[in-house]
């Protein structure tokens, strides 16, 4: 194939692009005869040592982009020619400036690659001179996961039943899985199992990290996707060997997820008539923009939510684990990333999440188990702030408040009620909690009389008061300093 301008990547033994699943690796851009000679050379090679197609085929565009600005500028520029001057030209003119910084950084690192191995094997007369610096790459924003907001998940869910039952399960699978878009499409019809004690697996093909990863679903998205391999059964035959297909006359929907354009004769957004292909993940964009459209599935701001951008999905599951204290290791697992850095992201979404609900509720009012609000000597220790990183220190917490004797101590009343000791510490954070446990108390109390069971009565009575102590000193403020005590 060196001699055409377009390649198929299966000759070389690739797989297809994630995004589109071509296959296609396009040389016909690049103007110039010595380059396009010598990037053939270096895609040939690098596709020999592994490097998957998505990323041979944004090679190529980096070699595009350079080729445009020797048209626009150097038209007969020899490769002997080129020096740091060329370069610097190139930095400045040839890259868009509305490009993103990450992706500025894969031009120039790409074409840093290129100019260091057409010198190695001799694909181009360039200079041995070092063309390229790592500081000419722009400095990358550490960008957080953005996720769904909780109010745009309901009213998603909510709006669920206009879509077609493929869709809906693919969906399903996003919010409980947060696999990749790619991985998602890529899904076989074989794909879930049962362990000894009856939990459901899903296998999932990991791309990027080239594994296969089983992951543990709930029975209802089990009972979906059983659904799902019926639904392909019944349509498609026992051949068909993907979990999910394509529509036909898919193409509005494919455009709809990836323009702006308003299309004069929408699609039905239930319209589903499945044929022997396999999805694309722009199919899936079209028809998570439609919806959003139709219902009116907001932001706060009331501005249409995009929830064609489905990499949110898998950033609101990394959230929602961190949130729910599933270790970060686990996550990392989970997701497929490749390093613990990748994972930390989320986990610095919890912390702002849990701070921000921490402000909320904060007054800086600290209650002891006689109700009385302890007075701080040292009010700057008593800022939220500080308060987050002492919760976070995993101090003696408890479920109603927390112990004020440091955690290398230890409990020195072994067996006692915390609720009788003169340690406990609690905030209006647990209000709720207090309130709750009274309630229960008073109807085990009421038991107890009516059994005549006096032990019981004995051992609670005192709870019960010291719970009124609190939720009153929460409510009202009664204030303790020293040994003496007053309602403010």
């Known amino acids: ?207 990027k990290m080239s594994k296969d990863i089983s992951l543990c679903i709930s029975y209802e998205l089990a009972k979906i996707i059983t659904k799902q391999q019926n639904y392909i059964k019944d349509n498609l035959g026992k051949k068909f060997n993907y979990l999910f297909c394509q529509t036909e006359l898919h193409s509005w929907f494919d455009q709809y997820g990836t323009s702006q354009q308003k299309f004069h004769k929408p699609r039905e957004l239930n319209h589903f008539k499945p044929i022997k292909q396999k999805i694309k993940y722009t199919t899936l964009r079209g028809y998570l923009r439609q919806l959003a459209s139709e219902k009116n599935i907001t932001d706060i701001d009331g501005s249409i939510f995009p929830l064609e951008k489905i990499h949110r999905f898998r950033h609101t599951h990394g959230t929602e684990l961190i949130n729910a204290g599933v270790p970060q290791h686990i996550v990392q697992k989970r997701l497929g990333h490749a390093s613990p850095e990748m994972t930390s992201v989320y986990a610095h979404i919890h912390d702002k999440t849990m701070r921000k609900e921490m402000e909320e509720f904060w007054d800086g009012r600290v209650v002891n188990n006689q109700g009385q609000v302890i007075v701080s000597e040292n009010p700057d220790l008593d800022t939220t702030g500080m308060q987050w990183i002492k919760r976070n220190m995993k101090a003696q917490s408890l479920p109603d408040g927390f112990c004020s004797l440091p955690v290398t101590q230890g409990c020195p009343v072994q067996g006692s009620p915390c609720l009788s000791c003169s340690h406990l510490r609690t905030t209006i954070e647990f209000l709720d909690v207090h309130k709750k446990r009274l309630e229960e108390t008073e109807k085990l109390i009421e038991n107890a009389r009516a059994n005549g069971w006096n032990r019981q009565i004995e051992n609670n009575v005192p709870i019960a008061e010291n719970l009124r102590r609190i939720i009153r000193g929460l409510e009202q403020q009664e204030v303790v300093y020293g040994d003496e005590s007053f309602l403010e």
């Not at 992706?103 to 790409?110: E, L, S, V, W």
Request: proline letters at 4%.
């Open 1 to 207: 194939m060196f001699e055409y301008d377009i390649w198929d990547a299966k000759a070389l033994g690739l797989k297809p692009t994630i995004s589109s699943g071509h296959y296609s690796l396009n040389f016909s851009r690049i103007k110039s005869s010595w380059l396009k000679e010598a990037s053939k050379k270096w895609i040939r090679y690098k596709a020999s040592t592994g490097e998957k197609t998505g990323t041979l085929v944004s090679k190529i565009r980096t070699i595009n982009c350079f080729s445009k600005f020797i048209s626009d500028y150097h038209p007969s520029l020899k490769p002997k020619e080129i020096d740091r001057k060329i370069v610097e030209q190139y930095l400045l003119y040839g890259i868009s400036p509305n490009l993103e910084a990450s992706t500025k950084a894969h031009y120039i690192n790409f074409l840093k690659q290129f100019f260091e191995e057409c010198i190695r094997y001799d694909w181009a007369n360039i200079t041995r001179q070092q063309l390229i610096y790592s500081s000419d790459c722009p400095k990358r924003k550490k960008s957080l996961p953005k996720f769904i907001p909780d109010h745009v998940i309901k009213q998603l869910e909510d709006n669920l039943q206009y879509l077609p039952a493929p869709i809906i399960c693919m969906i399903k699978m996003l919010r409980e899985t947060g696999v990749r878009a790619s991985e998602l499409k890529e899904t076989k019809f074989n794909c879930i199992r049962q362990d000894s004690e009856g939990s459901w697996w899903i296998d999932i093909y990991q791309e």
